[in-house]
């Protein structure tokens, strides 16, 4: 049996943790997620019955602290998650993923009476946002009045609370903070609060709900809302020493993971069975299929492995309570955008590299549309590596990068 056929039918972690319990807990619904995915009904959002399995085994609160039921866990975990589930189903991963980090931002930056609000009943909550500051609020003493409608909100269908960004207004115009930026605010609502419009018909990343939604002008508490630069965490967790948009790579960068390891897996499989017209060997046999693999299996595992050192870094540096300096955050938004297009580069080239791949049910074309997707977030495109490249290109410059061990 190949490494692809292990990984295929087991928890598959993340180095120097093959025993975590979540990635363990995640292979024991992979069966149940992959029938759920494939069926008809379940084209458009993800399946409400591995929604409840997934709640059942505690995946959605692992960035959530423990004082409010959560698990706390670094994002390297979230990420093997991600990966353990997206191999399963992208869309599903995806959604998972999203909505972890949504649940984390209301337990971390939310008033202490907004928390009890939402994770004070007798089942834990789960979360959708959309962070685009598309709505508008005014205030009027302890309370905003606002509206506005949102795009992507991301398992909404089956959440219980949903965040939405707000440009606050005065007279007619933007309140601006000191650095000249308008004045945002999030304020998490309660579900029955939002109009989903149904709208999301897609190529890609088809069953993850992403449906746009509609806030209609309402009223709502100032201690509803927080800080939507994610500056201000209300409660101690790792997530809130390494900051949301890490947290949020790290989600995002698993599912991509997790979509090219599936994608290798059934291209090698397929290609050991099949053979073209004429010929006498299996396409597995074939010099164009062995060096294409071969080449793509290796930049796949590089990526993996410099995902997962660089987010072991991250963990260490958490539970030191320490932050993440800006080149290291750099190093993340690098490393998850190298990442997403070596994954994607390889989910193209198993679909492509087997016959009859476009015929549903396949799992090899579903995964091609939904690596592009993936690739299109709004954290993974060439600004990131612009972004980064002063910082990495200082540290390679620094005369510590001549010895082992001198770069991050």
Not at 46 to 52: G, M, R
Not at 94 to 113: E, G, P, R, Y
Not at 167 to 176: C, D, R
């Amino acid at each position: 049996m190949s490494s692809f056929d292990r990984a295929a039918g087991s928890a598959f972690c993340f180095p120097n943790q093959q025993n975590s319990e979540f990635c363990a807990r995640a292979a024991a619904l992979r069966d149940l997620i992959k029938t759920e995915a494939a069926k008809e009904e379940n084209r458009g959002a993800t399946s409400l019955k591995a929604v409840e399995a997934m709640r059942e085994a505690g995946l959605y609160w692992l960035l959530v602290p423990e004082a409010l039921g959560g698990s706390d866990t670094g994002v390297s975990e979230i990420t093997a998650l991600a990966e353990e589930v997206a191999s399963a189903d992208s869309s599903t991963g995806w959604s998972l993923a999203a909505q972890s980090i949504a649940t984390m931002v209301a337990a971390t930056f939310c008033s202490d009476a907004h928390v009890e609000r939402m994770f004070g009943g007798a089942r834990l909550p789960v979360m959708s946002a959309t962070y685009a500051p598309t709505g508008k609020a005014v205030r009027s003493g302890d309370n905003y009045t606002g509206s506005g409608r949102y795009s992507f909100g991301s398992g909404i269908s089956h959440a219980d609370w949903v965040s939405s960004a707000f440009v606050l207004q005065e007279g007619g115009k933007p309140v601006l903070q000191e650095d000249g930026q308008p004045r945002v605010v999030g304020a998490f609502l309660p579900a029955d609060r939002v109009n989903i419009l149904g709208n999301w018909d897609v190529v890609g990343m088809e069953a993850t709900g992403s449906f746009d939604y509609e806030v209609p002008e309402q009223t709502f508490p100032l201690d509803w809302t927080f800080n939507q630069y994610w500056t201000e965490p209300m409660r101690q967790s790792k997530a809130a020493t390494i900051g949301t948009l890490v947290a949020v790579c790290a989600g995002h960068v698993g599912v991509a993971l997790g979509v090219a390891r599936r994608s290798l897996h059934e291209a090698a499989h397929s290609a050991s069975l099949k053979k073209r017209l004429y010929a006498t060997a299996s396409i597995a046999d074939t010099p164009t299929f062995k060096i294409d693999f071969i080449r793509n299996e290796a930049l796949f595992q590089a990526a993996r492995a410099r995902t997962y050192d660089l987010l072991a870094k991250v963990d260490r540096k958490a539970d030191a309570n320490q932050p993440l300096t800006d080149g290291e955050i750099q190093q993340i938004r690098q490393v998850t955008t190298w990442t997403h297009q070596v994954c994607r580069d390889a989910t193209l080239l198993a679909y492509s590299s087997v016959s009859s791949s476009l015929r549903r049910p396949s799992i090899l074309a579903r995964n091609a549309m939904d690596a592009a997707v993936a690739g299109q977030h709004f954290i993974v495109n060439d600004m990131t590596m612009i972004d980064a490249a002063p910082a990495i290109i200082d540290q390679w410059a620094d005369e510590s990068a001549q010895s082992v061990g001198g770069l991050w």
